[in-house]
C-alpha cells in the first residue's frame, strides 16, 4: 500500500499522529505531517487508511493502481 504526503497542503491538524502513532508524528518546527515508517502488519495498514480518512486537508492519498493494493 503506497502513500502519498502532501506537506504544502498540511495544515498541522495532527490527526494522522492521533490516529496512527506508530507512523505519523508533526515536525516540531511547522507541526506538519511527519511519517516516521511504513505500514507493514494488517493493523498498520487499516491505522494508514484510517488516517487518510481522517486528514481535514487532504495532505495524506493512497496511490492508486500499485501493485499489491
Given at each position: 500500500m503506497?502513500?502519498?504526503v502532501n506537506r504544502d497542503?498540511?495544515?498541522?491538524?495532527g490527526m494522522c499522529a492521533?490516529?496512527?502513532p506508530d507512523l505519523f508524528d508533526q515536525d516540531?518546527?511547522?507541526a506538519k505531517v511527519l511519517r516516521l515508517a511504513e505500514?507493514?502488519?494488517p493493523e498498520q495498514?487499516?491505522?494508514l487508511v484510517r488516517a487518510v480518512d481522517a486528514c481535514p486537508?487532504?495532505?495524506l492519498h493512497l496511490l492508486r493502481g500499485?501493485?499489491?493494493q
Open positions: 503506497e502513500l502519498g497542503i498540511c495544515i498541522g491538524a492521533l490516529v496512527a516540531p518546527d511547522d505500514a507493514t502488519t495498514r487499516t491505522a486537508s487532504g495532505a500499485v501493485e499489491g
